[in-house]
């Protein structure tokens, strides 16, 4: 079984930058896609950015410039690194994976991420 660890959340002024991260162990399949969806106070769920094994990326309008992805397949492990943070962007931060031959969708149990001064 596939479990997600997330780190790095925090609190940050408007601005700042924070890295995130998020690392599968367990009885691990292929993983395809690794990515973080986000979830604001009384919003829906979004896509915040994916990445392919092969590197492939893909992001949410609203951060595109200034939210980077990467992975280390070696290490099981997707990074996101935030730059010029906005109030905005205040959500609990979900890390998932797509793994396996049927293609299993793996939730991280969320890190909360806040912009305010």
């Known amino acids: 079984q596939v479990q997600l660890v997330e780190s790095g959340g925090g609190l940050v002024q408007p601005g700042g930058s924070l890295r995130v991260a998020c690392a599968a162990s367990?009885?691990?399949?292929?993983?395809?896609?690794m990515g973080w969806h986000r979830q604001a106070p009384g919003a829906q769920r979004e896509l915040v950015a994916d990445?392919?094994?092969?590197?492939?990326?893909n992001y949410a309008d609203s951060v595109k410039g200034r939210f980077t992805i990467s992975r280390d397949n070696a290490k099981n492990t997707v990074y996101l690194q935030m730059n010029n943070l906005k109030p905005e962007d205040t959500a609990v931060y979900y890390c998932?994976?797509?793994?396996?031959?049927?293609?299993?969708?793996?939730w991280g149990q969320g890190t909360q991420v806040t912009v305010s001064s």
């Open positions: 998932y994976v797509v793994a396996g031959r049927e293609l299993n969708v793996i």
């Open positions: 367990g009885s691990i399949a292929r993983i395809h896609v």
């Open positions: 990445i392919a094994r092969d590197g492939n990326t």
